[in-house]
């Protein structure tokens, strides 16, 4: 509905109206950490999960960075 449209938009700006990336950050990080444990079952044993979630972190900051 419009209402919900409404109050998620609201939560992803501050009261300035600029991107609040610290809330959007700790909506998104577990689904980056979900992604990262999916992706584990595809790669080599080499790779730890922890270097995935970290890579996935960087790619959700750059993608806020670039959404502004």
């Known amino acids: 509905s419009t209402l919900e449209m409404i109050d998620e938009v609201e939560w992803m700006y ?3 109206g600029k991107l609040d990336k610290s809330n959007l950050v700790e909506a998104y990080a577990p689904l980056v950490k979900r992604i990262a444990f999916q992706l584990m079952s595809k790669l080599p044993a080499s790779v730890d999960v922890d270097d995935l979630i970290q890579n996935g972190m960087m790619g959700l900051l750059d993608a ?4 502004e």
Request: net charge neutral; proline share 0%; charged share 30%.
């Open 14 to 16: 501050d009261a300035n």
């Open 64 to 67: 806020l960075g670039r959404y």
